[in-house]
């Protein structure tokens, strides 16, 4: 085919990486962190800096195919056919500046090596809950947090960024030299040009308290009952999520945990002991566990849970504008029932705070939305996989009343669009903000929908 002789000619001009079909290491390289998620590109690039970035770019027109920056792997949703995945690990910066309470972050840099440079400063990130997920992917599709209470979204303290147009001009922009594109890119910037860095603030903590409560499954609609209620006077310096899990009973997990139910609190506050939650559900529920007490963003992210190396899985999420006492109710019935084991977890994330007033406007947003929850379906190797689509479709049936009109792009499923994280004129205005800085469609359209 034509367009692989022209990237192949390209190739040899680079100092970094690009694989080709039939390349002994392009399976490999093709493959996103959900293994569960099938991509075919036409290649996989791994630019060593600018000028292989620029190369990369003339070579992709040549060819006509577009070019989709896929930093570290995460946010997959489809195949990619036709287009150049580029992995941005050369590009890997870190700039701290304490007095200005900001940080310049290469695209290629990940949340953990954030996290590592900012332990004892007193400053936090607004990183993940994953250490592994790349600084640039998180904050350019909007971003939820353990701080997003405190902070707002990750893509709210996005300040800057440096960037690569599809014409091949390297630049800074802000809001003062581009606000629409700024707007853009604050949720969709994936698909408006070639981020090399970011410039965004960072979060004061001076003092970070941590509580993690365990109570049996029995105990979760009163314990859900009881956070929402706390909710409603919570300062926005409190960040609080939880966690229903049911263990599926396969041998590949420890005996201890193998068929067990629980349901997990966990807090975080940047002002300091919230010791009153940790008292007020203690009235509603039997504690099986309890840790509490001085903690830190590294701390936290050692404990998260999450898996550092690609895996496969699926899931499915839902923004809801309540939690009545029926939809905890329902939701509660439905994680009973045997049927629905494939649902290992469902994290229930409490928001308001910062998201209802962002600092900066952006495309996606949080506002007039109170809860976030996910469903996850992991897969196990030998265990059939084929009951996690009627789970999850469950799952959001019984959420289907209270499910608010928009969510946040990093919380979209394989094939759902940018149409659910925001009103027809902001989708109008991205695709207007696309033409103008990205006229030839030379980048991967993603999620934006047709």
Known sequence: MAHLS??????RALRGTLLLPGDESFDDARRPWNLAIE??????????????????????????????VQPAGHGASGDLAGA????MAAFDELEVDLEAGTARVGSGVRWGAVVEALDG????????????????GYTLGGGHSWFSRTAGLGSDNLRAVWMLRSDGEHERVDDESDPDLMWALRGAGGIMGIVTALEIDLVAAPAVWGAELTFGAGDAAAVMRAVRDLAVDAPSSLNVFMNSMRMPDVPQLPEEIRGR??????????????????????????????????????????????PTE???????SAALSSLDDDTIDELTRFREQPEQWPIMGIDIRMLGGALEKPRREGFASLQGVDWLLHALVPVFPGVPG????ASMAGFSDVLARATAPHTVPTFLGPGQTLERCGRTASVDRLRR?????????LLHEGRLPR
């Not at 970035?53 to 040549?62: I, S």
């Not at 150049?84 to 992995?87: G, K, Q, S």
């Not at 690609?310 to 499915?316: A, D, F, M």
């Open 6 to 11: 022209v990237l192949d000619a390209a190739r």
């Open 39 to 68: 991509q075919h590109p036409v290649g996989v690039a791994a630019p060593a800096d600018l000028g292989d970035l620029r190369t990369l770019v003339h070579a992709a027109r040549d060819a006509g195919v577009t070019i989709a």
């Open 84 to 87: 150049v995945i580029l992995r």
């Open 121 to 136: 400063t007193g400053w936090v990130a607004p990183a993940g809950t994953s250490p592994v997920v790349s600084v640039a």
């Open 261 to 306: 139910s629980f349901f997990t609190v966990q807090a975080l506050s940047t002002n300091g002991p919230a010791e009153w939650l940790v008292s007020g559900l203690g009235r509603v529920g039997a504690v099986q566990r309890e840790l509490s007490g001085p903690t830190s963003p590294r701390l936290v992210a050692e404990s998260s849970g999450e």
């Open 310 to 316: 690609p895996t496969p899985g699926s899931g499915v």
């Open 386 to 389: 084929e009951p996690g689509d």
């Open 433 to 441: 903000a696309r033409t103008i800085a990205d006229p030839g469609a």
